[in-house]
């Protein structure tokens, strides 16, 4: 059974870095799926962050590319978020997901295992 | 960036089918993909690849794809049905998935 488990800090000051971890638990980060990061500010929907795979290749949002840094820690079995300059639009339930991504006519990718969410509010 | 557009919300009596559609330009070119979310959980992709269901999701709900929409169907809607449901494609031009706005089932 493939669990992923946010954590890190729920309140980040304007202006700081958000950082945020995902442990996955049942499955190796380094078996050949995608692991990202979508949020959702409160009471709104899901915008896509980033995803990153075992050989280093990334996707990232365009709107946040100049924010975000992705990573993954294949020896902890976990990845990692981080987000620069915050500021209260960042406000938002931020989860780790996995990423499966076909190949073929046409790409196929969707999140099939997400973590519970993490509240990150951006404020003073 | 591609944009996906769904109603924000659709009421369908108990027992009754729901449609929940997505719309995006010749949508029926690529995979939908469809998450359920109930308040204070995390979304469960509950269709995949326009018609796939996850082990786990009842026959009930199904998806269909063609032209300009996408269609995301409940048969025989139970309470616990309610939820927002979200479409989700792969944008090919910007190379990252987008998400549709939400679209929140309620069972009157």
């Known amino acids: 059974q493939v669990q992923l488990q946010e954590s890190g800090p729920g309140l980040v000051k304007p202006s700081e870095t958000l950082s945020l971890s995902c442990t996955v638990s049942?499955?190796?980060?380094?078996?050949?799926?995608?692991w990202g990061w979508i949020r959702q500010p409160p009471g709104k929907g899901l915008e896509y962050i980033a995803s990153?795979?075992?050989?280093?290749?990334?996707y990232c949002n365009p709107s946040l590319k100049s924010r975000v840094t992705i990573s993954l820690d294949t020896s902890k079995n976990r990845f990692s978020l981080k987000l620069t300059s915050v500021t209260a639009a960042d406000t938002a339930v931020y989860y780790c997901a996995r990423h499966y991504a076909k190949y073929g006519s046409g790409r196929s990718d969707y999140f099939d295992y997400w973590g519970q969410g993490t509240l990150v509010t951006v404020s003073s | 960036s591609y944009v996906l557009t769904q109603p924000p919300s659709v009421s369908v009596a108990p027992g009754q089918t729901a449609r929940i559609t997505c719309g995006g330009n010749?949508?029926?070119?690529?995979?939908v993909h469809w998450y359920q979310q109930k308040p204070g959980q995390a979304p469960l992709l509950v269709v995949y690849?326009?018609?796939g269901r996850p082990s786990g999701i009842p026959e009930r709900v199904s998806g269909s794809n063609s032209g300009n929409t996408a269609t995301l169907t409940i048969s025989g809607v139970e309470a616990g049905d309610e939820a927002d449901y979200y479409c989700?494609?792969?944008?090919?031009?910007?190379?990252?998935?987008?998400f549709g706005g939400g679209t929140k089932l309620t069972a009157l």
């Open positions: 690849d326009d018609s």
């Open positions: 049942g499955y190796s980060i380094s078996s050949g799926y995608y």
């Open positions: 010749n949508i029926g070119t690529k995979s």
């Open positions: 989700q494609v792969w944008d090919s031009n910007n190379d990252h998935p987008v």
């Open positions: 990153i795979y075992e050989s280093g290749t990334t």
